[in-house]
């Protein structure tokens, strides 16, 4: 069993940037794959990026590449999400999912946290 708490959302003008937090409960943490999504109002909840049990291997979607990075530390069994270059369109609740797959869908994903919420001001 693991549980996920994610931090780090806020109030931020384009532009600028913020970093999420995901700290992960449970000896198993560096087995899962670890996602990061997100779902704005009246939208469907989407990805955005996930990131091996080793760190190694990373993949983003389209929409956050060249400015999102995902990182993790195993040692201290969290997940990040830095987020530079900040659009309003960012706007949404920010999820962190753990799963054996690191599939880009929801549905692959055992653990999931309660969201963060960044919102980018114009």
């Known amino acids: 069993q693991v549980q996920l708490v994610e931090s780090g959302g806020g109030l931020v003008q384009a532009g600028g940037s913020l970093r999420l937090s995901c700290a992960a409960s449970?000896?198993?943490?560096?087995?899962?794959?670890m996602s990061w999504f997100r779902q704005a109002p009246g939208k469907e909840r989407e990805f955005v990026a996930v990131?091996?049990?080793?760190?190694?291997?990373?993949y983003y979607a389209d929409s956050v590449k060249g400015r999102f990075t995902i990182s993790r530390d195993n040692a201290k069994n969290t997940v990040y999400l830095q987020m530079n270059s900040l659009k309003p369109e960012d706007t949404a609740v920010y999820y962190c999912?753990?799963?054996?797959?690191?599939?880009?869908?929801?549905?692959?994903?055992?653990?999931w946290g309660q969201g963060t919420q960044v919102t980018v001001s114009s």
């Open positions: 449970g000896r198993t943490f560096s087995r899962y794959a």
């Open positions: 999912a753990g799963g054996k797959s690191g599939a880009t869908i929801s549905k692959a994903y055992d653990y």
């Open positions: 990131i091996g049990w080793s760190g190694a291997i990373t």
